[in-house]
């Protein structure tokens, strides 16, 4: 599992900052190549007022293959993300690869479940949407892992889903050597 991983986090004006800023910062500390593209401009205003570079837009990813698509959330950026048809159409290759996917906060219920990416899956969200849940049965859960499908409840599990996420994409061993020196266990 050493080889080299691509990840791609989408963002938009209103995406959460903490989760996207933790997201992208955990994966990279384990050697993931990260790209941060955002569906508005290069430069958004987060949903707390702090501002965010892209490293590129959207439409320069339509023809790669990433290992992981992962979607921070918060309002209104989850909206935005949801809204981006680009967006939507890497997110179900993606899932129909078999590939993972993940989204935390907002994201699970505002973009994953009315296009259908979480049928047949066990998923958490913020509590705020749990309601939007087709299957609210592993809701209470901080971080749910479901096959190629991970979420996450909010700001304060950001930490958590992004260990799972290098987990998922690394292994243990890996997850356990980013962890440890952040003082996460």
């Given amino acids: 599992m050493s080889e ?4 791609l986090v989408p963002i938009a004006d209103g995406s959460e900052e903490i989760e996207a800023v933790v997201i992208v910062d955990v994966l990279r500390r384990a050697g993931a190549d990260v790209t941060v593209a955002s569906v ?3 430069h958004i205003t987060a949903s707390r007022g702090v501002k965010l570079t892209a490293d590129c837009l959207i439409g320069d990813c339509k023809k790669k293959q990433f290992d992981l698509i992962v ?3 918060g309002m209104p950026g989850a909206e935005h993300l949801r809204d981006c048809a680009l967006l939507v159409d890497l997110l179900k290759q993606q899932k129909a690869a078999g590939r993972l996917y993940a989204a935390i906060c907002a994201s699970p219920a505002v973009i994953l479940t009315p ?7 066990k998923a958490t ?7 939007k849940l087709a299957d609210s049965s592993a809701a209470s859960g901080r971080v749910v892992t479901d096959d190629s499908c991970v979420t996450s409840q909010g700001p304060g599990t950001a930490m958590e889903f992004a260990i799972e996420l290098v987990r998922c994409l690394f292994g243990q061993a890996r997850a356990g050597r980013v962890a440890d020196p952040m003082c996460i266990r």
């Fill in 125 to 131: 969200c913020h509590p705020a949407f749990h309601s």
């Fill in 71 to 73: 979607l921070p959330g």
């Fill in 40 to 42: 508005d401009g290069l």
């Fill in 115 to 121: 296009h259908g990416l979480l049928d047949g899956k």
């Fill in 4 to 7: 080299r991983k691509t990840v």
